[in-house]
Every structure is written in C-alpha cells, then in structure tokens.
C-alpha cells in the first residue's frame, strides 16, 4: 500500500489580538509634536535673519503638519477602539481561552453587504459577521490588508458572528 502523505502549512491572516492599535501609534507623533513646536518656538526667538527664521520655519511647520496628521490618525485609531474596548476584550477573552468553533475548508458563496456584513461557507460551516459598524474581528470593509475570497483554502476561528482568526492552508 502507498500512503500519500500531504502536509498542509498554515499562514496565519488575520488575528484578533493583532486589532488592538499600539500606544505607539498616539504616542510617538506627540512627542515629535512636542519637540517640533520647542524648536519652531526657539528658531523663531533666537535665530537672526528674517530669511534663516522664515527657512526654518518652513521646515518646521511642514514637519509639524506631518507629525499632526500621523497624531490624528492614531488618535482615530485609538478612539474607535475604545468605543469598542469591551467587545475586543470580549472577544480576545474567547480566543485566548479556545472559546469558538472552527471551520476548514474552501470559502464558497460569499456575500456581502455592508448593512449586513459577512457570509460565507468553509468547511460546510455557515460563518456570517456582525455589520462592519457594529462588529470587531474580521470585516470585509478594506482596512485590513487581507481580504477573503472564493476558491481560498481557509481554517476560520468563529464565535458567535466574530470572526477571530483566519489561517490561509498552502499545500
């Protein structure tokens, strides 16, 4: 008898663990913010010559801009996720502790619709989603770099309409 053996890899996706935004992220641009604003205020008192102010200046305040628009980006981030703190704790709770079900297989009869979210088959698993709005975990609504489609091959970690984990199966 010859046994053909298949050793499936597994490449993990996506992970709820990996949704909660870095302090980094605010904490970082703020300090530049901080330091930009001390050195804009010291060229601007000590440096002498109109034009090495206004050159300096220049450079700052561009640099001030960059750094405040990276600020609110995170900041965004991290107000999004508060408003959701206890859900994503919730639902990392139920990954870390093996609270969900799992679904292997090829993803088939996707549809989505954004007041209604994610559905599709894997593994003669029905898995759907809460709407994007109202949900966390995976959503296809294009923040996330992946995005599921027919024909993967995909290991899925659910529980109840929260998707937790996704692994792509490369044979």
Request: hydrophobic fraction near 50%.
């Amino acid at each position: 008898m010859n046994a053909v053996c298949t050793l499936a890899m597994f490449r993990t996706v996506f992970v709820i663990t990996d949704q909660v935004p870095s302090f980094r992220s605010v904490a970082v641009p703020l300090a530049f913010l901080i330091a930009i604003m001390g050195l804009l205020l010291l060229a601007l008192i000590k440096l002498r010559g109109s034009r090495l102010r206004i050159a300096a200046a220049s450079v700052l305040l561009v640099a001030l801009m960059a750094c405040s628009i990276r600020f609110l980006i995170g900041a965004v981030d991290w107000l999004s996720y508060l408003d959701r703190a206890e859900e994503y704790a919730s639902a990392i709770r139920q990954y870390q502790g093996g609270d969900y079900k799992t679904a292997e297989g090829t993803v088939s009869q996707i549809d989505y619709t954004p007041d209604r979210g994610l559905c599709f088959l894997a593994g003669g698993a029905q898995i759907c989603t809460a709407a994007p709005l109202r949900g966390v975990g995976y959503q296809r609504n294009g923040s996330l770099p992946f995005r599921l489609e027919d024909g993967m091959k995909v290991r899925v970690f659910y529980h109840d309409g929260t998707i937790l984990r996704i692994d792509l199966i490369e044979e």
